[in-house]
């Protein structure tokens, strides 16, 4: 089982990301909360890892702490939700807002995010709000950007809006949504923007519906 990553940030393509290791790069993917709390490209990261091995395939996801591992850890146990359920879950939605609808048995938000029908909301209210007690301790992350969470200063350009858009499919977003999504966060942010911020933005205007 690999539990844990240290290493160089050499590659970001949301949602997936690759870590080089002493020379050896491992391909991780992770939910947007992850994403957007990244340092940037050729800084040492650690990550919370889960190995998943199926017949067709093996797969490592990362978190960048304790706290959403176990949240992943425990939506994937729940009924009917697999990792890429899960980590669309945690990318539409923080943790802290994840047990919000847990305490307030809020079906209706979780529905917006793509995959999720009302009776696997409703299962996983049943299935996890018992364990909020788990969720809710703090867990420091082994790194956080200090000021701002997003470097501010990339420069837009087609790519950056391709790569979000390709982003949302990938978390199951049909792609006209995903594009009429990203076109709207261009448009209220303008130009001069990360692909994470036009991720992040997109993501809160469709999961608030």
């Given at each position: 089982m690999i539990g844990r990553l240290k290493g160089e940030l050499i590659e970001k393509q949301p949602p997936h990301l690759l870590l080089d290791l002493h020379g050896?790069?491992?391909?991780?993917e992770a939910s947007m909360n992850t994403f957007f709390r990244l340092p940037d490209i050729g800084q040492v990261v650690v990550l919370h890892t889960h190995?998943?091995?199926?017949e067709d395939a093996q797969l490592l996801y990362g978190f960048i702490d304790k706290k959403e591992r176990s949240l992943f850890r425990s939506l994937i146990k729940a009924n009917g939700v697999g990792?890429?359920?899960?980590?669309?879950?945690?990318s539409g939605m923080t943790t802290e807002e994840f047990i919000g609808c847990l305490q307030r048995e809020d079906a209706a938000a979780l529905?917006?995010?793509?995959?999720?029908?009302?009776?696997?909301a409703e299962r996983l209210i049943v299935e996890l709000k018992d364990?909020?007690?788990?969720?809710?301790?703090?867990?420091?992350?082994?790194?956080?950007?200090?000021?701002?969470?997003?470097?501010?200063?990339?420069?837009?350009?087609?790519?950056?809006?391709?790569?979000?858009?390709s982003a949302l499919v990938a978390l199951?977003?049909?792609?006209?949504?995903?594009?009429?999504?990203?076109?709207?966060?261009?448009?209220?942010l303008g130009m001069n923007v990360s692909t994470?911020?036009?991720?992040?933005?997109a993501l809160k205007s469709m999961i608030s519906g």
């Amino acid at each position: 089982m690999i539990g844990r990553l240290k290493g160089e940030l050499i590659e970001k393509q949301p949602p997936h990301l690759l870590l080089d290791l002493h020379g050896v790069g491992y391909e991780v993917e992770a939910s947007m909360n992850t994403f957007f709390r990244l340092p940037d490209i050729g800084q040492v990261v650690v990550l919370h890892t889960h190995f998943v091995v199926r017949e067709d395939a093996q797969l490592l996801y990362g978190f960048i702490d304790k706290k959403e591992r176990s949240l992943f850890r425990s939506l994937i146990k729940a009924n009917g939700v697999g990792p890429k359920m899960a980590i669309s879950i945690l990318s539409g939605m923080t943790t802290e807002e994840f047990i919000g609808c847990l305490q307030r048995e809020d079906a209706a938000a979780l529905t917006r995010i793509p995959g999720v029908g009302k009776k696997t909301a409703e299962r996983l209210i049943v299935e996890l709000k018992d364990k909020l007690k788990t969720f809710q301790q703090d867990e420091p992350a082994d790194f956080q950007l200090t000021g701002t969470d997003l470097p501010n200063q990339a420069q837009h350009s087609a790519g950056c809006r391709e790569e979000a858009e390709s982003a949302l499919v990938a978390l199951g977003y049909k792609p006209v949504h995903a594009t009429k999504a990203v076109v709207q966060a261009e448009q209220q942010l303008g130009m001069n923007v990360s692909t994470e911020e036009l991720i992040r933005l997109a993501l809160k205007s469709m999961i608030s519906g």
